[in-house]
């Protein structure tokens, strides 16, 4: 049977509706447009050049896939053995083939701007599949948005202004031969990184191989620096830009750090530790905080690609060259400057003028702020002292022994709760690493935690119970509740402290400060209480409840503490402490009493109310009632 002619293939597939459907019921269009076949590269071809087992008549069964290899036998053998060769080989529907990345019937010169593989598209070309979401996820691709990032990088945004010259994605991963990046023979292996970019950077790569870095990359040693792990990977941008790894502002903070301050690589390389922290406190370091970008930083000194240890004679910090690095930013920079260390990191053993001289004040300063706030301590006391007396002679009962017991425990568990729950948030922190620094402390810590928190959940209990269960716990509840008059106190108060009214406001047994308290630590304690319990058995929960709902919890009961505890400081404090009516301490939550005279001044609606009842007709000195 004769081959069939390109006029018997467009009786058919000259059809514009001709289409077939695929195993997953889409619809495949299987209609060539003449027009474009003859623009291609492939135009003076015929059909059967191609597609091999068509034959003159109407073929009865699916041709075979077109096998390119015919005349790029070279090519498809070496793609065959690539990584998405490989996958397409296996059967992987997704991995591409010959007709994904140069197209089928429209192939143009890679040399035409129109072609697919173009060189200015390329990128675009590779995003179809690795900007696809669906296949990201599907094949656990690590990279979820190269393309985007490519896009905004030095490379990409060259790309995008026409300039060939710009590194795209075939020229840092290859293209037929393309091996993924465990691969020893793939162009980004770890260590075969600096070759890859040296194919436009050759310059610095070959300063870089002559380098600390280099020198460590062609021992082999696997945690080496190479070009991407200080520029990055896809996303590459200018040292200009602020948001660059290589940034005067970032290569301190993030970049440099990233090795030089990780205790791992430091004990297993012998490289100093902690260089990050000392860098950071310096002039340099804290102007860099700041945002100054004009100063000096680590690659300032060290230099960029050539960096060299301290020992070579070559090297910019070499105790010869570190007056002339000086120089760059310090023109009167003398000998002086080559005395003393740059990282300073004092000890008994090195930098001794500057340990002795910290130890020094360090204990100067425990001894004279240590004795001030003794002597300080000692006159506080003696106001509180005679302050106390006064309140022995009270005749209102202003809370019970039960009231004054209740509100010391709330105190102590409230205490240790926000500072072993703080200690859980900030871990490393001054006041906080007593308690975390050990495993043993951790978990002292975290029983602290739970024994406050079961204290905590029992005074509530108890006060509910208080309150359905006896006389004196209603009247108190119902003193508490928020009324009209509270909004014009608040009002009246702030206008008479101003100046601007001559009238003092005039409270009841518990004023508006008073009671917002006490709602706020209902309201609070409630959800302390409600979302600690799931944290604390967390296991339990996560078996009813999904995981993101107990981060909602945990985000509630951290900023919850942190309301509570700043309202505690800002405004419980003021008026236990810093109110100069009560100064230096209120001592009624102590003594549970007050006398008539402070009582008269500060409740009076309610001290007129118990003269009413004849409850403060007792002789002086004498208490005759309960509130």
């Known amino acids: 049977m004769a081959l069939a002619q390109e006029s018997d293939c467009l009786t058919c597939h000259g059809d514009q ?79 591409p083939w010959c007709k994904d990345c140069h197209g089928t019937h429209d192939i143009k010169s890679e040399s035409d701007p129109q072609s697919i593989n173009y060189r200015l598209n390329i990128p675009k070309m590779c995003a179809v599949c690795h900007q696809n979401p669906e296949i990201v996820k599907r094949y656990n691709i690590p990279v979820k948005e190269p393309y985007l990032l490519y896009n905004k990088s030095v490379h990409g945004m060259a790309i995008e202004k026409g300039e060939m010259g710009a590194a795209i994605c075939t020229d840092c991963h290859g293209d037929h031969s393309l091996q993924p990046a465990n691969d020893s023979t793939s162009l980004i292996y770890k260590y075969n990184v600096p070759k890859t970019c040296g194919q436009c950077h050759g310059n610095v790569t070959e ?101 060299l240890p301290s020992s070579d004679t070559n090297s910019s910090i070499n105790k010869n060259n570190i007056q002339k690095t000086c120089g760059k930013c310090h023109p009167n920079a ?19 003028v500057v340990y002795y001289v910290t130890r020094f004040y360090v204990l100067m300063i425990i001894v004279v702020i240590g004795g001030m706030l003794v002597h300080n301590a000692i006159i506080m006391f003696r106001y509180v002292r005679e302050k106390y007396r006064e309140a022995k002679g009270a005749t209102v009962i202003r809370f019970t022994g039960k009231e004054v017991l209740w509100h010391f425990l709330l105190l102590t568990s409230f205490t240790t709760l926000a500072i072993t729950g703080f200690a859980f948030s900030y871990p490393d922190k001054w006041w906080s690493s007593w308690m975390t620094h050990s495993p043993t402390a951790f978990t002292a810590r975290g029983i602290a935690h739970r024994v406050a928190g079961v204290i905590f959940i029992g005074l509530f209990a108890y006060s509910f119970v208080n309150v359905i269960f006896t006389k004196r716990g209603r009247l108190q509840i119902m003193a508490k509740f928020p009324v009209i008059s509270d909004v014009r106190n608040v009002m009246q108060n702030l206008l008479f402290s101003i100046g601007i ?64 505890s700043l309202a505690i400081i800002v405004w419980h404090m003021f008026y236990m402490i810093f109110d100069p009516e009560v100064y230096p301490v209120n001592l009624t939550v102590i003594t549970g009493t007050m006398t008539e005279e402070e009582y008269m001044h500060r409740h009076p609606l309610d001290f007129d109310k118990m003269i009413a009842r004849g409850e403060l007709m007792g002789e002086e000195g004498e208490t005759t009632t309960e509130m």
């Open 334 to 352: 003398g000998e002086n400057f080559t005395k003393g260390s740059v990282h300073p990191i004092p000890s008994h053993q090195k930098n001794m």
């Open 17 to 95: 509706g001709l289409a077939k459907t695929d195993e997953e019921g889409k619809e495949i269009s299987l209609y060539v447009d003449q027009s474009l076949f003859e623009a291609s590269i492939h135009g003076g071809f015929n059909c059967v050049d191609c597609h091999l087992n068509v034959k003159s008549e109407l073929h009865a069964e699916t041709p075979k896939p077109v096998d390119c290899g015919i005349c790029h036998h070279d090519v498809v053998e070496i793609y065959s053995k690539s990584f998405h060769g490989e996958k397409y080989l296996e059967g992987v529907k997704d991995a």
């Open 207 to 307: 300063v870089y191989e002559k380098s600390i870095h280099g020198k460590a990359l062609a021992e082999k040693l696997p945690n080496a620096p190479v070009c991407t792990d200080c520029h990055s990977e896809h996303n590459i941008l200018p040292p200009e830009n602020k948001a660059s790894t290589v940034s005067g502002a970032n290569i301190s903070k993030m970049t440099c750090p990233r090795c030089h301050s990780e205790v791992y690589l430091s004990q297993k390389y012998g490289i100093i530790s902690q260089r990050k922290t000392p860098y950071l406190d310096t002039y340099h370091g804290v102007a860099s905080r700041a945002g100054v970008t004009m100063v000096a930083n680590c690659a300032s000194c060290h230099g960029y690609h050539d960096i």
């Open 501 to 564: 009214s001559s009238r003092e406001p005039l409270f009841d047994r518990y004023n508006y400060a008073e009671k917002a308290e006490y709602w706020a630590l209902i309201w609070g304690g409630f959800v302390m209480i409600l979302t600690g319990i799931p944290l604390w058995f967390e296991n339990t929960f996560l078996s009813i409840m999904p995981s993101w709902l107990l981060e909602v919890f945990k985000t509630i009961h951290y900023y919850e503490a942190l309301l509570a």
